[in-house]
């Protein structure tokens, strides 16, 4: 042992440093404290200068206290990540991009520890962001518009988008191998809620295919979106717009038929999308480009991986659902191309968004999509993605 520090002495003083071949162990700080102690006390042994044993010992002492707190901080990477506020306005696959961004640490990759809400509707996730409750929102682009048409203090933008489509499908109550929209003629159709995206994109639709709501099928909007899908099964309908996992759930259990989807019939919109306060994009930009990236990153996943390979991603989110369902329902989605292939919002998008919300009835005011869309953001955000 003697011969060992008296190697070790000869090579730090000659060096500078600990010699190579020296490896750490399982607890490396205990072990170098020792380490250098008792190099210290050979050397004041053999050399027999206790003053100097006295004042190297108070040295390393110091250097090795400044060197524990600079290895216990690193090791604590949660407290140096900043926390993110997150409400999401329900629990879906239908943001699986997201869901992959958080299994995967692609926010933690950018330095931010994400806590996830979810809202429970539009209206209430919008709220918390204006209140101060949550720091960035997932909701339908439409709640930007329809707050901003106030002239609010603190106006919100849309940052990033997630989805490129409505995510919705008609489940009808009987089978239609051959569907076509002339067969809902004098249906009673359950709908989402008013004034959503996923209600202006039904009104769309039908529309486009020669039927009036409330006039050629019976548009029914009394039941909230929790309930759609049970007062469905227990009877109340013809046929209902459905997100997933209610659609394939009702499907795989004998319950309904999925018969078409609402996004491959609309085409490409500005759909959900995350928002923040202007004053937000004022003071913390940075976050904001990193959150974006990270969601950047988890739309590039799903786009290139397989449907098992989302699952495994995306299935702790989800422990109540069965893993054929899951299954089925990624398939689905990634069949109708409904996620973003990155978080830009095309100002295309938007006109698409505005003039379908207008021709539903729902819009008080037109609004340029300067002040509604911050386009800087996704653009910062994908120029720097790693």
Known sequence: MRTFFYVWHTVTKEAGQRPKSQKWGKNPIAEMLTFLDGGIVYM???????????GLRYGIAWMALLLVFALSGCGSGQDSLKKVRLQEVTHSIFYAPQYVALSKGYFKDEGLDVELVDGKGG????????????????VGAEMAVFVNAQDPVDPIRVFARLTQRDGSFLVSREPMPNFNWEDLRGKAYLAQRKGGMPDTIAQYV???????????????????????????????GDIVQLFEPFASQIELEGKGYVVASLGAESGKVLYTSYMTRESTIQKDRDMLVAFTRAIAKGQDFVQKASTEEIYEAIKDQFPEIEKRV????IDRLKEQDVWGHDPTAPQEDYLTSLKLIEEAGHLEKKLPYDQVVDPTIATDAMKRLK
Not at 223 to 230: C, G, V
Not at 326 to 329: S, Y
């Open 44 to 54: 004041s042994h053999v050399k027999g200068k206790r003053m100097l044993h006295d």
């Open 123 to 138: 209206d209430k996730v919008t709220t918390a962001l204006l209140s101060g409750e949550a720091d960035i929102i997932l």
């Open 206 to 236: 039908l529309r486009k295919h020669g039927l009036e709501p409330g006039k050629d099928i019976e548009y029914l909007q009394h039941i909230d979106y929790a309930n759609l899908a049970p007062a469905f099964v227990s009877g109340t």
């Open 326 to 329: 899951l299954l089925t329902i």
